[in-house]
């Protein structure tokens, strides 16, 4: 199982985990016309597409997808929030299990200002990878991951001086700490762990440098960045 990175952030993102000749996308939230040419105009390759939430910056191109024939899975209050309907919908409850042709998938609740957002665990039969962005911690244990992708959004230690008290209550309620991040790696069994990813980084409140330096440190696990 491979994990990319094609974008990251407020801005928007788009992430994509292949295996063999499967593929799937997570959180289509930039243009279609930029998400085909991530894809190398391969869309028609695309198993299905995970939502995460409603959020515009994780599913600006679901109904575009859904045009093109792609099967979009997302909980129930993330369809009803973007009008989501048809044969295209694929609902995921948090904990029950969905199978798409090799993958195994299994939404769990997140900690986000957004009814419905989950993050996923999934797994190839193989290799597994836990997925989880936009919230401010995980409740739930897991076990036998070979690969993590995390929010890690914000430290305390580099949070802009001038930060809006309105948005600093926000992050703290809705976006995962480097502290936070950590607290929750260290209660994870991390023993089969080949890589983590740093994702959905701030651009004003974050230090990529710093906070890969500090993850390794305290997990001694490969660690990339995506700024």
């Known amino acids: ?29 930039i243009p279609i016309k930029k998400i085909k040419r991530a894809l190398a105009y391969r869309l028609s390759a695309v198993t299905a597409a995970l939502i995460s939430h409603s959020h515009g910056d994780h599913s600006k191109a679901v109904h575009d ?22 044969h295209r ?9 969905i199978d798409i042709d090799i993958f195994s998938i299994v939404a769990f609740p997140t900690q986000h200002d957004c009814p419905g957002s989950v993050g996923f665990l999934i797994s190839d039969g193989v290799d597994k990878l836990l997925f989880a962005t936009d919230t401010y911690y995980l409740h739930n244990q897991f076990v ?6 995390i929010e890690c959004n914000y430290s305390i230690k580099t949070l802009a001086p001038d930060l809006d008290p309105t948005v600093r209550k926000r992050l703290y309620k809705s976006h995962f700490s480097l502290e936070n991040v950590i607290k929750f ?11 983590i ?7 004003g409140n974050s230090d990529p440098v710093w906070f890969k330096s500090e993850v390794e440190r305290a997990t001694g696990k490969p660690t990339i960045t995506h700024w």
């Open 89 to 97: 919908l694929r609902t995921i409850e948090p904990l029950k299990q």
């Open 1 to 29: 199982m491979e994990f990319i990175v094609h974008a990251s952030g407020s801005a928007g993102n788009l992430y994509q985990v292949t295996s063999g000749d499967q593929s799937l996308v997570i959180d289509p939230g």
């Open 197 to 203: 990813h740093l994702i959905h980084m701030s651009k």
């Open 65 to 86: 997808l859904v045009k093109f024939g792609v099967p979009c899975v997302m909980t129930a209050p993330s369809a009803a929030a973007l009008k989501i309907n048809g």
């Open 144 to 149: 036998g991951l070979n690969h993590i992708a």
């Open 185 to 195: 790696l260290r209660s994870t069994d991390l023993s089969r762990l080949r890589e």
